[in-house]
């Protein structure tokens, strides 16, 4: 019992992952350009379907929403963290717009603050964070589940 209890247990959250797999919709999308993993934050890229890893952002209708790991998609090498897998330039995959998912948050983040209905801000460079000042509001909601893997803050998130 010590080790699903214990510190080294079985984690809660997995960035990228649904929480409640039948609460959540998503739409078909394309990566524009580059690699995106698990759970980024994605905006519109430049044509109906495409979409990029978030960064410069000045507004929130510039965010499309999250890139939903799935379980069909697996590491190049083999044996590699769950991090790693990624998405590639021209590859499909789901994005998560409306529902419950779990993401990594800003290191400035205070997972203290992600209590349940708590507003989530993301940075001008795409990251999630708890802290208002110098954010952008998206509309979206913490749930209150929260969980420290090593130094990364994740959080479970209601996408509106």
């Not at 649904?18 to 934050?41: F, I, M, Q, R, W």
């Not at 499309?64 to 963290?81: I, M, S």
């Not at 990251?127 to 090593?150: C, D, P, R, Y």
């Amino acid at each position: 019992m010590s080790l699903i209890l214990g510190k080294n247990g079985i984690q809660k959250l997995m960035a990228g992952y649904p929480t409640v797999s039948d609460k959540y919709d998503v739409a078909p999308a394309t990566l524009e350009s580059g690699t995106a993993h698990n759970g980024d934050v994605m905006m519109h890229g430049t044509s109906h379907s495409l979409y990029k890893v978030a960064a410069s952002l000045t507004v929130a209708s510039q965010v499309a929403g999250v890139l939903l790991a799935t379980n069909v998609k697996v590491p190049d090498t083999y044996p590699a963290a769950t991090g790693s897998v990624a998405t590639k330039a021209g590859e499909q995959f789901n994005l998560i717009v409306r529902g419950f998912v779990a993401v990594e948050l800003d290191s400035a983040a205070d997972l203290a603050a992600a209590v349940e209905g708590a507003p989530v801000y993301v940075t001008a460079a795409g990251k999630l964070t708890t802290v208002s000042s110098s954010n952008i509001a998206l509309g979206w909601e913490f749930t209150g589940v929260t969980e420290l893997q090593g130094t990364a803050k994740l959080a479970e998130i209601l996408i509106k």
